[in-house]
């Protein structure tokens, strides 16, 4: 059985940075696809970092030269290192793993079938 439970939310300002962390069980991180998604309150959930088994990582739009998603393999972990966040980074963050896929990972929240209960993440201005 797969399980994934995340921490690192919180409050922080505007310019701020966190680091939110997915403790994985029942799968190894560094052999699948992983991912990191947000949800908004009445929006949709959308695409924050997904990575392949090789490393290679795709980012949300807004994303994209703020956030990093790292693998730690010794402890089956996955880490996404946000800075400069901003108001609209107010979120539920959640941790995904695809565990029928290590490449051609999916880019949408529908191709994940394990997910953790989240962590909000809160900036303010």
């Known amino acids: 059985q797969v399980q994934l439970v995340e921490s690192g939310g919180g409050s922080v300002q505007a310019g701020g940075s966190l680091r939110l962390s997915c403790v994985v069980s029942?799968?190894?991180?560094?052999?699948?696809?992983v991912a990191w998604f947000r949800q908004a309150p009445g929006k949709e959930r959308e695409k924050v970092a997904i990575?392949?088994?090789?490393?290679?990582?795709w980012y949300g739009d807004s994303m994209m030269g703020r956030f990093t998603l790292s693998k730690d393999g010794s402890k089956n972990t996955v880490h996404l290192q946000m800075k400069s966040l901003k108001p609209e980074d107010t979120a539920m963050y959640y941790c995904a793993v695809d565990s029928r896929h290590e490449i051609h990972c999916s880019l949408g929240h529908l191709g994940y079938n394990d997910w953790g209960r989240g962590t909000q993440v809160t900036v303010s201005s």
């Open positions: 990575s392949d088994r090789y490393g290679t990582t």
């Open positions: 029942g799968i190894t991180v560094l052999n699948v696809c």
